[in-house]
């Protein structure tokens, strides 16, 4: 079975701080993404990468940067977290198929960024 | 861009009763899929579909491409359907997937 997995689960940080977001697939997919969800929006895609050593930028990528080191692992990196970026953070993978394009998502990280 | 509208914003049912979710689509879409995210945080996968309906217990999906929309009927609703549900679709050609905004569903005794 599909599987995407996260860490940390919550992650509490500073202003101004460094917090890297961890993602690791199973599933041998191609390609990798990183969302944010708040409340009262659907997700909303931050990087995506097409395979190692990729990113690309999605629909709001101003202040994470990532990292796709291998086809497993996709980390999303807050430099300089603010307090703006507190939200829920989704991992996903998934393959550009042509006739499927389905997502298995992670668990989600909580980050409160004080 | 694509954009994706999703209704109702916020939806209440007593336990036993039933609804629909919908999500109309701006442009032509290739896929649907139907996530939950319940009380913990985590997304539910629930459908995928390319066209036609899918039927899981006590839900159901439809996606017709050529009309633009997709629905999501709950029956006979119970406490541990409360969440949040959002529909997400993908564009022939892309990469990317356009999500709706999401429903708040409360189920109640």
């Known amino acids: 079975e599909a599987a995407v997995t996260q860490s940390p689960r919550n992650k509490v940080a500073v202003t101004g701080g460094k917090v890297t977001l961890s993602c690791n697939q199973t599933?041998?997919?191609?390609?990798m993404y990183w969302y944010r969800q708040d409340t009262g929006h659907g997700l909303r895609l931050i990087h995506y990468?097409?395979?190692?050593?990729?990113?690309e930028k999605g629909d709001i990528p101003d202040g994470y940067k990532a990292s796709r080191p291998s086809q497993e692992n996709f980390s999303l990196i807050l430099e300089l977290a603010t307090p703006s970026q507190t939200s829920v953070y989704f991992c996903?993978?998934?393959?550009?198929?042509?006739?499927?394009?389905?997502?298995?998502f992670g668990p989600g990280t909580r980050l409160t960024v004080l | 861009g694509d954009q994706v509208e999703q209704s109702p914003s916020a939806l209440s049912l007593h336990e036993g009763t039933g609804s629909a979710l919908r999500c109309n689509f701006t442009?032509?879409?290739?896929?649907v899929q139907w996530f939950r995210k319940n009380s913990r945080g985590s997304l539910i996968n629930l459908f995928y579909?390319?066209?036609g309906t899918k039927e899981n217990g006590r839900l159901k999906s439809a996606f017709d491409s050529k009309e633009r929309y997709s629905t999501l009927h709950i029956r006979d609703a119970q406490l541990e359907d409360s969440g949040t549900y959002f529909c997400?679709?993908?564009?022939?050609?892309?990469?990317?997937?356009?999500f709706g905004s999401g429903t708040r569903l409360l189920v109640s005794p």
């Open positions: 997400a679709a993908d564009r022939a050609g892309g990469y990317k997937v356009v």
């Open positions: 579909l390319a066209s």
């Open positions: 599933n041998n997919h191609n390609n």
């Open positions: 442009t032509t879409m290739r896929a």
């Open positions: 996903a993978s998934g393959d550009a198929g042509q006739s499927s394009y389905e997502q298995y």
């Open positions: 990468s097409y395979g190692a050593g990729s990113t």
